[in-house]
Protein backbone atom coordinates (compact mmCIF):
# COMPACT_ATOMS: atom_id res chain seq x y z
CA UNK A 1 0.00 0.00 0.00
CA UNK A 2 1.78 3.67 -1.36
CA UNK A 3 0.55 6.91 0.22
CA UNK A 4 0.36 9.35 -2.06
CA UNK A 5 -1.22 13.21 -2.55
CA UNK A 6 -3.63 14.40 -3.96
CA UNK A 7 -6.83 13.73 -6.15
CA UNK A 8 -6.72 10.59 -8.04
CA UNK A 9 -7.88 6.74 -7.87
CA UNK A 10 -10.49 4.89 -8.84
CA UNK A 11 -13.03 4.46 -5.84
CA UNK A 12 -14.36 7.33 -3.82
CA UNK A 13 -14.71 7.54 -0.56
CA UNK A 14 -18.02 9.66 0.58
CA UNK A 15 -18.00 10.62 4.35
CA UNK A 16 -21.36 10.72 5.89
CA UNK A 17 -22.16 11.18 9.25
CA UNK A 18 -25.53 10.42 10.67
CA UNK A 19 -28.75 12.61 9.83
CA UNK A 20 -26.85 14.23 6.60
CA UNK A 21 -29.90 16.00 4.92
CA UNK A 22 -27.91 16.14 1.74
CA UNK A 23 -24.86 14.56 -0.70
CA UNK A 24 -22.95 16.83 -2.99
CA UNK A 25 -22.59 13.85 -4.68
CA UNK A 26 -24.82 10.66 -5.32
CA UNK A 27 -27.08 12.62 -3.93
CA UNK A 28 -30.02 10.81 -5.81
CA UNK A 29 -28.89 7.15 -4.55
CA UNK A 30 -28.10 8.28 -0.60
CA UNK A 31 -31.68 9.78 -0.71
CA UNK A 32 -33.20 6.52 -1.92
CA UNK A 33 -30.94 4.59 0.67
CA UNK A 34 -32.07 6.88 3.41
CA UNK A 35 -35.59 6.77 3.10
CA UNK A 36 -35.53 2.86 2.35
CA UNK A 37 -32.81 2.83 5.54
CA UNK A 38 -30.72 1.02 3.76
CA UNK A 39 -27.93 3.12 5.20
CA UNK A 40 -28.00 5.41 8.03
CA UNK A 41 -24.50 6.79 8.69
CA UNK A 42 -23.72 4.92 11.53
CA UNK A 43 -20.16 4.98 12.70
CA UNK A 44 -18.40 2.45 10.45
CA UNK A 45 -21.20 1.50 8.17
CA UNK A 46 -20.36 0.93 4.56
CA UNK A 47 -22.76 1.03 1.82
CA UNK A 48 -20.69 0.49 -1.56
CA UNK A 49 -21.26 0.73 -5.60
CA UNK A 50 -18.47 -0.82 -7.24
CA UNK A 51 -19.01 -2.61 -10.01
CA UNK A 52 -17.23 -2.11 -13.84
CA UNK A 53 -18.16 0.46 -15.48
CA UNK A 54 -19.48 4.26 -14.08
CA UNK A 55 -18.41 5.96 -10.63
CA UNK A 56 -17.47 3.56 -8.00
CA UNK A 57 -17.90 4.83 -4.24
CA UNK A 58 -18.11 3.77 -0.59
CA UNK A 59 -20.46 5.27 1.76
CA UNK A 60 -18.45 5.00 4.67
CA UNK A 61 -20.50 6.26 8.26
CA UNK A 62 -18.88 8.15 10.66
CA UNK A 63 -21.98 8.06 13.54
CA UNK A 64 -22.76 11.18 15.50
CA UNK A 65 -20.20 14.54 14.53
CA UNK A 66 -19.62 15.58 17.55
CA UNK A 67 -18.88 11.90 18.86
CA UNK A 68 -15.87 10.79 16.20
CA UNK A 69 -12.70 10.68 17.40
CA UNK A 70 -9.86 9.66 16.25
CA UNK A 71 -10.31 5.93 17.37
CA UNK A 72 -13.45 5.63 15.27
CA UNK A 73 -11.84 7.06 12.51
CA UNK A 74 -9.23 4.33 12.49
CA UNK A 75 -12.03 1.68 12.97
CA UNK A 76 -14.32 2.90 9.89
CA UNK A 77 -11.21 3.25 7.91
CA UNK A 78 -10.18 -0.46 8.92
CA UNK A 79 -13.41 -1.39 7.35
CA UNK A 80 -12.71 0.89 4.11
CA UNK A 81 -9.88 -0.99 3.68
CA UNK A 82 -11.27 -4.34 4.39
CA UNK A 83 -14.28 -3.69 1.90
CA UNK A 84 -11.39 -2.49 -1.19
CA UNK A 85 -10.15 -5.67 -0.58
CA UNK A 86 -13.15 -8.02 -0.60
CA UNK A 87 -13.99 -6.28 -4.10
CA UNK A 88 -9.83 -6.08 -4.86
CA UNK A 89 -9.85 -2.43 -5.25
CA UNK A 90 -6.09 -1.99 -6.50
CA UNK A 91 -6.65 2.24 -5.87
CA UNK A 92 -8.91 4.88 -3.70
CA UNK A 93 -9.47 8.58 -3.42
CA UNK A 94 -9.77 10.25 -0.23
CA UNK A 95 -10.83 13.46 1.09
CA UNK A 96 -9.28 14.56 4.82
CA UNK A 97 -11.93 16.89 6.29
CA UNK A 98 -11.51 19.19 9.12
CA UNK A 99 -13.08 17.16 11.52
CA UNK A 100 -14.73 19.29 14.45
CA UNK A 101 -12.82 18.53 17.85
CA UNK A 102 -9.63 16.49 16.10
CA UNK A 103 -6.58 17.67 15.25
CA UNK A 104 -6.21 17.59 11.20
CA UNK A 105 -2.36 16.08 11.91
CA UNK A 106 -4.58 13.13 13.76
CA UNK A 107 -7.46 12.50 11.25
CA UNK A 108 -4.70 11.95 8.73
CA UNK A 109 -2.85 10.01 10.73
CA UNK A 110 -6.03 7.90 11.98
CA UNK A 111 -7.05 6.90 7.93
CA UNK A 112 -3.70 5.75 7.41
CA UNK A 113 -3.19 3.70 10.23
CA UNK A 114 -6.53 2.38 9.88
CA UNK A 115 -6.70 1.44 6.29
CA UNK A 116 -3.13 -0.03 7.13
CA UNK A 117 -4.26 -2.02 9.63
CA UNK A 118 -6.89 -3.86 7.19
CA UNK A 119 -3.96 -5.75 5.81
CA UNK A 120 -2.31 -7.41 8.87
CA UNK A 121 -2.96 -11.20 8.93
CA UNK A 122 -0.89 -13.81 10.71
CA UNK A 123 -1.12 -16.27 7.88
CA UNK A 124 2.60 -18.00 7.28
CA UNK A 125 1.57 -21.27 8.40
CA UNK A 126 -1.50 -21.12 6.35
CA UNK A 127 -1.76 -23.59 3.43
CA UNK A 128 -4.28 -21.05 1.71
CA UNK A 129 -3.80 -17.37 2.54
CA UNK A 130 -7.36 -15.88 3.69
CA UNK A 131 -6.34 -12.30 3.52
CA UNK A 132 -5.11 -11.01 0.32
CA UNK A 133 -4.11 -7.22 0.24
CA UNK A 134 -5.29 -5.70 -3.49
CA UNK A 135 -4.91 -1.77 -2.16
CA UNK A 136 -1.74 -0.46 -4.11
CA UNK A 137 -2.12 3.27 -4.30
CA UNK A 138 -4.27 5.53 -1.93
CA UNK A 139 -4.48 9.21 -2.46
CA UNK A 140 -5.15 11.13 -0.26
CA UNK A 141 -6.63 15.16 -0.55
CA UNK A 142 -5.36 17.14 1.91
CA UNK A 143 -5.31 21.08 3.08
CA UNK A 144 -2.24 21.35 4.71
CA UNK A 145 1.09 21.97 3.65
CA UNK A 146 2.17 18.50 1.56
CA UNK A 147 5.38 18.38 2.97
CA UNK A 148 4.25 18.17 6.89
CA UNK A 149 0.76 15.72 5.25
CA UNK A 150 4.43 13.52 3.78
CA UNK A 151 5.99 13.44 7.48
CA UNK A 152 2.95 12.21 9.28
CA UNK A 153 1.99 9.28 6.52
CA UNK A 154 5.40 8.45 7.09
CA UNK A 155 5.98 8.40 11.18
CA UNK A 156 2.01 6.16 10.82
CA UNK A 157 3.27 4.13 8.60
CA UNK A 158 6.52 3.68 10.57
CA UNK A 159 4.21 3.46 13.65
CA UNK A 160 2.70 0.65 12.01
CA UNK A 161 5.08 -1.34 11.17
CA UNK A 162 6.18 -1.06 14.54
CA UNK A 163 2.96 -2.82 15.64
CA UNK A 164 2.80 -5.79 13.25
CA UNK A 165 6.53 -6.17 14.01
CA UNK A 166 5.20 -6.78 17.56
CA UNK A 167 2.36 -9.01 16.55
CA UNK A 168 4.83 -11.16 14.62
CA UNK A 169 7.35 -11.79 17.16
CA UNK A 170 3.96 -12.86 19.55
CA UNK A 171 2.04 -14.56 17.31
CA UNK A 172 5.13 -17.13 16.08
CA UNK A 173 4.78 -20.26 18.10
CA UNK A 174 7.75 -20.56 21.06
CA UNK A 175 9.38 -23.48 19.21
CA UNK A 176 10.73 -21.24 17.23
CA UNK A 177 10.66 -18.16 19.09
CA UNK A 178 13.33 -18.82 21.67
CA UNK A 179 14.96 -16.48 23.93
CA UNK A 180 17.91 -16.63 21.37
CA UNK A 181 15.58 -16.02 18.67
CA UNK A 182 13.98 -13.30 20.17
CA UNK A 183 17.71 -11.54 20.85
CA UNK A 184 18.71 -12.49 17.08
CA UNK A 185 15.38 -10.65 15.85
CA UNK A 186 15.82 -7.77 18.41
CA UNK A 187 19.88 -7.49 17.17
CA UNK A 188 18.74 -7.94 13.32
CA UNK A 189 16.45 -5.38 13.44
CA UNK A 190 17.08 -2.53 15.72
CA UNK A 191 21.44 -3.05 14.80
CA UNK A 192 20.83 -1.50 10.98
CA UNK A 193 19.05 1.45 12.76
CA UNK A 194 21.84 2.54 15.01
CA UNK A 195 20.25 0.77 18.13
CA UNK A 196 23.10 -0.28 19.71
CA UNK A 197 21.90 -4.11 21.29
CA UNK A 198 23.72 -5.88 23.76
CA UNK A 199 23.08 -9.54 24.61
CA UNK A 200 23.94 -10.89 27.53
CA UNK A 201 24.23 -14.84 28.08
CA UNK A 202 24.23 -17.44 31.11
CA UNK A 203 27.70 -16.83 32.42
CA UNK A 204 26.93 -12.77 31.79
CA UNK A 205 23.62 -12.55 33.43
CA UNK A 206 25.41 -15.06 36.68
CA UNK A 207 28.06 -12.45 36.67
CA UNK A 208 25.50 -9.67 36.97
CA UNK A 209 23.74 -11.65 40.08
CA UNK A 210 20.67 -11.97 38.47
CA UNK A 211 19.29 -14.95 40.71
CA UNK A 212 15.66 -13.92 40.46
CA UNK A 213 15.81 -14.35 37.04
CA UNK A 214 17.97 -17.31 36.67
CA UNK A 215 16.05 -19.35 38.78
CA UNK A 216 13.04 -18.83 36.82
CA UNK A 217 15.07 -19.91 33.58
CA UNK A 218 16.37 -22.76 35.06
CA UNK A 219 13.87 -25.48 34.41
CA UNK A 220 14.42 -24.72 30.16
CA UNK A 221 16.92 -26.07 28.15
CA UNK A 222 16.87 -22.92 25.91
CA UNK A 223 18.95 -21.00 27.64
CA UNK A 224 18.00 -16.62 28.93
CA UNK A 225 19.57 -14.43 27.27
CA UNK A 226 19.21 -10.19 28.95
CA UNK A 227 18.51 -8.00 26.08
CA UNK A 228 19.43 -4.57 26.44
CA UNK A 229 19.29 -2.18 23.43
CA UNK A 230 20.33 1.41 23.54
CA UNK A 231 18.58 4.31 21.56
CA UNK A 232 19.92 7.71 21.39
CA UNK A 233 17.91 9.99 19.70
CA UNK A 234 18.89 13.12 21.61
CA UNK A 235 22.83 12.86 22.32
CA UNK A 236 22.09 16.36 23.67
CA UNK A 237 20.44 15.50 26.83
CA UNK A 238 21.73 13.05 29.64
CA UNK A 239 17.69 11.63 29.83
CA UNK A 240 16.91 8.73 29.94
CA UNK A 241 13.34 6.87 29.60
CA UNK A 242 13.66 3.29 30.23
CA UNK A 243 11.15 0.38 28.66
CA UNK A 244 11.20 -3.45 30.61
CA UNK A 245 9.21 -5.88 28.86
CA UNK A 246 8.36 -8.92 30.42
CA UNK A 247 9.83 -12.01 27.71
CA UNK A 248 8.40 -15.44 28.99
CA UNK A 249 9.06 -16.89 25.55
CA UNK A 250 6.75 -19.35 26.80
CA UNK A 251 4.86 -19.72 30.64
CA UNK A 252 4.12 -23.85 31.38
CA UNK A 253 3.84 -22.31 35.21
CA UNK A 254 6.21 -24.37 36.30
CA UNK A 255 5.68 -27.11 39.35
CA UNK A 256 3.01 -25.06 39.81
CA UNK A 257 1.86 -25.72 36.60
CA UNK A 258 -1.50 -24.02 34.23
CA UNK A 259 -4.05 -26.37 33.38
CA UNK A 260 -3.79 -27.84 29.83
CA UNK A 261 -6.57 -24.67 28.45
CA UNK A 262 -4.35 -22.06 30.17
CA UNK A 263 -1.12 -22.88 28.80
CA UNK A 264 -2.20 -22.98 24.80
CA UNK A 265 -1.51 -19.14 23.95
CA UNK A 266 1.55 -19.15 26.80
CA UNK A 267 3.71 -18.19 24.02
CA UNK A 268 2.19 -14.75 24.41
CA UNK A 269 3.84 -14.36 27.78
CA UNK A 270 6.40 -11.96 25.88
CA UNK A 271 4.14 -10.00 24.50
CA UNK A 272 5.76 -6.98 26.88
CA UNK A 273 8.95 -7.52 25.61
CA UNK A 274 8.18 -7.54 21.71
CA UNK A 275 6.32 -4.42 22.61
CA UNK A 276 9.93 -2.70 23.70
CA UNK A 277 11.46 -3.73 20.85
CA UNK A 278 9.05 -2.39 18.38
CA UNK A 279 8.86 0.36 20.11
CA UNK A 280 12.52 0.76 19.78
CA UNK A 281 12.23 -0.20 16.11
CA UNK A 282 9.59 2.76 15.44
CA UNK A 283 11.10 5.26 17.45
CA UNK A 284 14.76 4.85 15.56
CA UNK A 285 12.67 5.03 11.97
CA UNK A 286 11.30 8.04 12.94
CA UNK A 287 14.22 9.62 14.68
CA UNK A 288 12.43 10.48 17.65
CA UNK A 289 14.57 13.33 19.67
CA UNK A 290 14.74 10.89 22.97
CA UNK A 291 16.93 8.68 24.51
CA UNK A 292 15.55 5.18 25.24
CA UNK A 293 16.67 2.20 26.64
CA UNK A 294 15.18 -1.26 25.95
CA UNK A 295 15.87 -4.13 29.02
CA UNK A 296 13.91 -7.62 28.48
CA UNK A 297 14.78 -10.70 30.45
CA UNK A 298 14.35 -13.52 28.08
CA UNK A 299 13.46 -17.08 29.57
CA UNK A 300 11.52 -20.04 29.47
CA UNK A 301 9.35 -21.36 32.63
CA UNK A 302 9.10 -24.91 32.29
CA UNK A 303 9.40 -27.65 34.62
CA UNK A 304 12.75 -30.30 34.79
CA UNK A 305 14.74 -32.01 37.64
CA UNK A 306 16.87 -28.76 37.74
CA UNK A 307 13.47 -25.88 37.58
CA UNK A 308 12.74 -23.98 40.52
CA UNK A 309 10.10 -25.47 43.37
CA UNK A 310 7.55 -24.32 45.20
CA UNK A 311 8.77 -23.06 48.79
CA UNK A 312 12.48 -22.05 47.38
CA UNK A 313 13.82 -19.26 48.67
CA UNK A 314 15.50 -17.11 45.96
CA UNK A 315 18.02 -14.27 45.87
CA UNK A 316 17.70 -11.66 43.35
CA UNK A 317 20.32 -8.80 41.92
CA UNK A 318 18.88 -5.98 44.49
CA UNK A 319 19.96 -8.34 47.24
CA UNK A 320 16.11 -9.13 48.22
CA UNK A 321 15.16 -12.12 48.90
CA UNK A 322 12.01 -13.84 47.78
CA UNK A 323 9.93 -16.84 48.92
CA UNK A 324 8.27 -18.47 45.81
CA UNK A 325 5.07 -19.71 47.14
CA UNK A 326 4.24 -20.16 42.82
CA UNK A 327 6.18 -21.03 40.13
CA UNK A 328 3.62 -19.52 38.16
CA UNK A 329 4.42 -16.27 39.39
CA UNK A 330 7.42 -15.55 37.51
CA UNK A 331 6.82 -12.97 35.59
CA UNK A 332 7.46 -11.07 38.68
CA UNK A 333 10.45 -12.37 39.43
CA UNK A 334 12.23 -12.05 35.97
CA UNK A 335 11.39 -8.27 35.94
CA UNK A 336 12.58 -7.49 39.67
CA UNK A 337 16.07 -8.01 38.15
CA UNK A 338 15.53 -6.62 34.66
CA UNK A 339 14.03 -3.64 36.65
CA UNK A 340 16.85 -3.00 39.15
CA UNK A 341 19.16 -3.36 36.47
CA UNK A 342 17.24 -0.71 34.46
CA UNK A 343 17.43 1.72 37.75
CA UNK A 344 20.88 1.12 38.66
CA UNK A 345 23.00 -0.11 36.18
CA UNK A 346 21.18 1.69 32.93
CA UNK A 347 20.22 4.41 35.75
CA UNK A 348 17.12 5.22 33.98
CA UNK A 349 15.39 9.04 34.99
CA UNK A 350 12.26 7.24 34.26
CA UNK A 351 11.18 3.32 34.08
CA UNK A 352 7.93 1.63 32.53
CA UNK A 353 7.26 -1.87 32.59
CA UNK A 354 5.19 -3.79 30.40
CA UNK A 355 4.12 -7.06 31.43
CA UNK A 356 1.43 -10.03 30.89
CA UNK A 357 1.63 -9.87 34.31
CA UNK A 358 -1.83 -11.27 35.95
CA UNK A 359 -4.73 -13.19 35.11
CA UNK A 360 -6.03 -11.40 37.73
CA UNK A 361 -6.03 -8.12 35.71
CA UNK A 362 -8.11 -10.19 32.44
CA UNK A 363 -10.75 -11.03 35.52
CA UNK A 364 -10.74 -7.07 36.23
CA UNK A 365 -10.57 -5.55 33.51
CA UNK A 366 -11.19 -7.57 30.66
CA UNK A 367 -9.30 -7.10 27.13
CA UNK A 368 -10.02 -3.94 27.21
CA UNK A 369 -8.22 -1.79 29.75
CA UNK A 370 -4.46 -2.18 30.56
CA UNK A 371 -4.12 -1.96 33.93
CA UNK A 372 -1.44 0.03 35.68
CA UNK A 373 -0.17 1.00 38.85
CA UNK A 374 2.34 3.45 39.79
CA UNK A 375 4.65 5.20 42.10
CA UNK A 376 4.54 9.04 40.52
CA UNK A 377 1.40 10.12 39.06
CA UNK A 378 3.12 12.94 37.06
CA UNK A 379 4.77 10.05 35.17
CA UNK A 380 0.81 8.01 34.99
CA UNK A 381 -0.80 11.41 33.94
CA UNK A 382 2.23 11.42 30.73
CA UNK A 383 1.16 7.25 29.78
CA UNK A 384 -2.75 8.29 30.24
CA UNK A 385 -2.15 11.18 28.27
CA UNK A 386 -0.37 8.91 25.36
CA UNK A 387 -2.98 6.12 25.54
CA UNK A 388 -5.19 8.62 24.89
CA UNK A 389 -3.85 9.60 21.79
CA UNK A 390 -3.17 5.74 20.83
CA UNK A 391 -6.40 4.70 21.14
CA UNK A 392 -4.97 1.88 23.63
CA UNK A 393 -6.98 2.71 27.01
CA UNK A 394 -5.37 1.91 30.29
CA UNK A 395 -6.59 2.22 33.61
CA UNK A 396 -4.93 3.06 36.88
CA UNK A 397 -5.51 0.91 39.88
CA UNK A 398 -5.29 1.85 43.63
CA UNK A 399 -1.95 1.21 45.63
CA UNK A 400 -2.46 2.21 49.13
CA UNK A 401 0.56 1.02 51.47
CA UNK A 402 -2.00 -1.65 53.45
CA UNK A 403 -1.92 -4.12 50.14
CA UNK A 404 2.27 -4.19 50.80
CA UNK A 405 1.45 -6.27 53.84
CA UNK A 406 0.61 -9.32 51.41
CA UNK A 407 3.42 -9.59 50.02
CA UNK A 408 5.69 -10.05 52.53
CA UNK A 409 7.88 -13.20 53.08
CA UNK A 410 7.33 -15.55 55.96
CA UNK A 411 11.42 -16.86 55.92
CA UNK A 412 12.50 -14.34 53.23
CA UNK A 413 11.97 -10.75 52.43
CA UNK A 414 8.76 -11.28 49.91
CA UNK A 415 6.61 -13.99 48.87
CA UNK A 416 5.73 -13.85 45.31
CA UNK A 417 2.07 -13.65 45.47
CA UNK A 418 -0.36 -12.28 47.72
CA UNK A 419 -2.99 -14.58 48.23
CA UNK A 420 -6.43 -14.85 46.17
CA UNK A 421 -7.30 -10.97 46.10
CA UNK A 422 -6.04 -7.54 44.19
CA UNK A 423 -3.83 -9.95 42.52
CA UNK A 424 -2.97 -7.27 39.88
CA UNK A 425 -2.23 -5.10 42.53
CA UNK A 426 0.15 -6.81 44.56
CA UNK A 427 2.25 -7.94 41.37
CA UNK A 428 2.67 -4.31 40.80
CA UNK A 429 3.69 -3.30 44.08
CA UNK A 430 6.09 -6.48 44.11
CA UNK A 431 8.08 -4.73 41.31
CA UNK A 432 7.86 -1.39 42.82
CA UNK A 433 10.35 -2.62 45.22
CA UNK A 434 12.96 -3.08 42.43
CA UNK A 435 12.73 0.18 40.73
CA UNK A 436 14.67 2.05 43.65
CA UNK A 437 12.80 5.05 43.81
CA UNK A 438 12.60 6.00 40.33
CA UNK A 439 9.69 7.19 38.62
CA UNK A 440 7.59 3.99 37.66
CA UNK A 441 4.68 2.95 35.87
CA UNK A 442 3.57 -0.84 35.83
CA UNK A 443 1.80 -1.97 32.59
CA UNK A 444 -0.09 -5.04 33.15
CA UNK A 445 -1.35 -5.95 29.59
CA UNK A 446 -2.55 -9.67 30.14
CA UNK A 447 -5.74 -9.06 28.89
CA UNK A 448 -5.15 -6.04 25.83
CA UNK A 449 -2.13 -8.18 24.03
CA UNK A 450 -3.66 -10.72 23.12
CA UNK A 451 -7.63 -11.74 21.93
CA UNK A 452 -9.02 -15.05 21.03
CA UNK A 453 -11.21 -12.75 18.86
CA UNK A 454 -10.58 -9.69 16.74
CA UNK A 455 -12.07 -6.11 17.77
CA UNK A 456 -12.56 -3.58 15.66
CA UNK A 457 -8.86 -3.14 14.30
CA UNK A 458 -6.99 -5.35 16.66
CA UNK A 459 -6.83 -8.91 15.01
CA UNK A 460 -7.31 -12.52 17.14
CA UNK A 461 -4.19 -12.97 18.26
CA UNK A 462 -1.52 -10.57 19.57
CA UNK A 463 -2.85 -7.56 19.11
CA UNK A 464 0.63 -5.11 19.35
CA UNK A 465 -1.02 -3.15 22.22
CA UNK A 466 0.84 -0.99 23.84
CA UNK A 467 3.19 -0.12 21.01
CA UNK A 468 1.38 3.11 19.95
CA UNK A 469 1.18 4.69 23.68
CA UNK A 470 4.73 3.66 24.48
CA UNK A 471 5.92 5.17 21.03
CA UNK A 472 3.78 8.48 22.33
CA UNK A 473 4.91 8.50 25.84
CA UNK A 474 8.84 8.46 24.74
CA UNK A 475 8.40 10.93 21.82
CA UNK A 476 5.24 13.75 23.28
CA UNK A 477 6.08 13.56 26.85
N1 LIG B 1 1.63 -15.11 32.33
C1 LIG B 1 0.75 -15.28 33.43
C2 LIG B 1 -0.40 -14.26 33.43
C3 LIG B 1 -1.37 -14.36 32.30
C4 LIG B 1 -2.55 -15.04 32.46
C5 LIG B 1 -1.15 -13.69 31.11
C6 LIG B 1 -3.46 -15.11 31.42
C7 LIG B 1 -2.07 -13.76 30.08
C8 LIG B 1 -3.23 -14.46 30.23
C9 LIG B 1 1.50 -15.10 34.75
O1 LIG B 1 2.82 -15.53 34.73
C10 LIG B 1 0.81 -15.93 35.77
O2 LIG B 1 0.76 -17.11 35.61
N2 LIG B 1 0.30 -15.29 36.79
C11 LIG B 1 -0.38 -15.98 37.85
C12 LIG B 1 0.01 -15.35 39.16
C13 LIG B 1 -0.48 -16.10 40.37
C14 LIG B 1 0.17 -17.45 40.45
C15 LIG B 1 -0.18 -15.28 41.59
C16 LIG B 1 -1.88 -15.85 37.60
O3 LIG B 1 -2.33 -14.82 37.14
O4 LIG B 1 -2.58 -16.83 37.84
MN1 LIG C 1 3.01 -17.60 35.11
ZN1 LIG D 1 3.76 -15.50 32.90
Same mark, same amino acid.
Given at each position: MKFNLGKAGEVEIIQVFKGTEELEKFNELYSYLREKELFKGNLGEIYSNIYYKGDKFILLGLGEKEELNPNSLRTAYFKVGKELMKFKERSVNISVCNFEGIEYEESISAIVEGLLQSEYSFEKYLSEKKTKPSLENVYLDVDIEEKLAENIIKETVNLVGGIFFARDLVNEPAMYMTPQALADAAKSELDPLGVKVEIFNKEEIKKLDMKAFLAVAEGSVNEPKLIVMHYE? &?? &?? &?EKLALVGKGLLYDSGGYSLKPANSMVTMHSDMAGSASVIATMKALAENKVKRNVVGVVAACENMVSGGAYKPGDIIGSMSGTTIEVLNTDAEGRLTLADALWYAATEVKADKIVDIATLTGACVVALGHINTGAITNNEELMDNIKEASKLAGEPVWELPHNKEYKELIKGKFADLSNTGGRGAGTITAGLFLEEFVDSTPWVHLDIAGTSYLEKEAAYLPKGATGVPVKTLYYLAKEF
Open positions: G &DP &DS &D
